[in-house]
């Protein structure tokens, strides 16, 4: 999958036959545009993203593409996180589009089948100074305190498909929102009654949060996309979260 975004051109491996977390799905290429957009000095977003000089997590980061375009758009340091079997992906994905960070940071740890090396783990704990790190985070099971805390921005796409994991996934928002941190969500709508029944749970756990208006459409990337749903027939929001 190769496409333009933020000047560069990006080469993304997707892996359909091993996860739905190894593809690049639609919700995913909108919150980039999103982002890239909001970068821009005069853009149609006025509570515009600002990402320069900013600490950012990405939550199920699979291919790694939204980290690298957080990377891209001056983020100072980008933490992806997934389940630790996907993250053999995330890291070759670094590797093929930012190699200048990988081989000038050594503390980017790498990943062998699955598991993240012990030695590079260490390196990579928080305040490493690493301007990317990959690190393994299951949802609900307080590991959280892991990342070193104090978020600008989390970062959430197309997270809503399996209703079971919502509760855990609200554990996990509530755990790295802090007061100043800002979490940003976009989800391809599929099942209105579920995924309107997390935004009730997240605002019944303490998350108050508002829905953007979106300018921003996965067409016009000139590219296939997995899904197969244009995306005037299942709809995709963009949801702004933050702690009471």
Known sequence: LTFTICGRMLD???????????????????LCRYLEECSQPRGVYPD???????????????????????HLLGAAEVILTDREE????????LRRNLPEVILGHPSVPEVTHGVLLKDTQEQSGPNSGAPIQIRPLLWGA??????GGDFDYVFASDLLYNSEHHEALVQTLLALCKPGTVVIMVQKWRDASKESMFLLQAENA??????????????????WRWSGFPSDQIGIQIFRFTCH
């Open 142 to 147: 307080g590991e959280e305190h892991t990342l």
């Open 48 to 70: 515009a993203v600002r990402l320069k000089g900013k600490r950012v997590l990405e939550l199920g980061t699979g291919t790694g593409l939204l980290g690298i375009v957080a």
């Open 12 to 30: 993304i491996e997707q892996r359909l036959w091993e996860s739905v977390g190894a593809v690049v799905w639609d919700a995913a290429l909108v």
């Open 206 to 223: 303490g998350l108050k949060y508002e829905q953007l208006t979106l300018h921003t459409s996965p067409d016009g990337f000139g590219m």
């Open 86 to 93: 996907i993250l053999p992906i995330t890291w070759d994905n």
